[in-house]
């Protein structure tokens, strides 16, 4: 399977505070997204790094990517309690095809 | 951006029966794609959808379970056939940006399948 895995697998914080996930993949890649997904809807696209690039922020967005250890980190500064929500991480390697991991749930205490 | 919809949002079917996704976008699109999301799990790709040729499934996914049809630019359905309650599953499809990131997906709302 090409599916990445991620953790923690949940994260609960207090609002205001920071949220950093982690996201492993398996395949050299061209560029890694990451995504939202609230309450089982369909997902909102977050940000995207290329395999070129090691650091991008958009927001209280900062994604880091190391493609020496097949991995990526995706943070969320000041968190709010509408951050609440599962995050996945897909990479992209061939064709338009994501393969996406396992996710992180997620919940922002107000 | 591109403006997604699926039908229906949510259904229950009895086993052994068989069931008709519509995903419509508001633009014309080269690639479609068709997920599953297992309860708890991730997004699994079925198969890619491009209009005007046979749609290509990832391992483990077979056409005569999962039929697709692309008939244009804008339109896509996909059929769960003889369901089963390891059928039961939120189906999305998605489209490959129309301009922009060219890798990025956007995705339907999502059909939530219970097979009973």
């Known amino acids: 399977s090409q599916q990445g895995e991620e953790d923690p697998q949940a994260l609960s914080i207090q609002e205001g505070e920071n949220a950093t996930m982690n996201c492993s993949y398996k395949?050299?890649?061209?560029?890694l997204q990451w995504y939202r997904q609230n309450s089982g809807r369909g997902l909102v696209h977050l940000i995207l790094?290329?395999?070129?690039?090691r650091e991008k922020h958009s927001g209280r967005l900062r994604v880091t990517l190391d493609t020496s250890k097949k991995s990526s980190s995706l943070l969320i500064t000041a968190s709010r309690a509408a951050d609440t929500a599962s995050y996945f991480c897909?990479?992209?390697?061939?064709?338009?095809?994501?393969?996406f991991g396992t996710g992180t749930r997620l919940t922002v205490i107000p | 951006s591109a403006v997604i919809s699926q039908k229906p949002s949510r259904d229950i079917c009895q086993r052994g029966t068989s069931l008709t996704i519509q995903c419509q976008v508001d633009?014309?699109?080269?690639?479609m794609f068709w997920y599953r999301q297992q309860p708890g799990q991730s997004l699994t790709l079925i198969a890619t959808?491009?209009?005007?040729?046979?749609?290509?499934?990832e391992s483990g996914f077979v056409i005569d379970k999962f039929p697709i049809s692309r008939p244009n630019l804008t339109f896509s359905t996909l059929t769960v056939s003889n369901m089963s309650p390891e059928d039961s599953s939120i189906y999305l499809c998605?489209?490959?940006?129309?301009?922009?990131?060219?890798?990025?997906?956007?995705f339907g709302p999502g059909t939530r399948l219970l097979v009973l």
């Open positions: 959808a491009n209009q005007g040729s046979e749609a290509t499934y």
């Open positions: 998605s489209v490959g940006a129309p301009s922009g990131v060219q890798e990025t997906q956007y």
């Open positions: 790094i290329r395999s070129n690039e």
């Open positions: 633009s014309q699109v080269t690639m």
């Open positions: 395949t050299s890649i061209n560029n």
């Open positions: 897909a990479s992209h390697w061939r064709a338009n095809n994501l393969f």
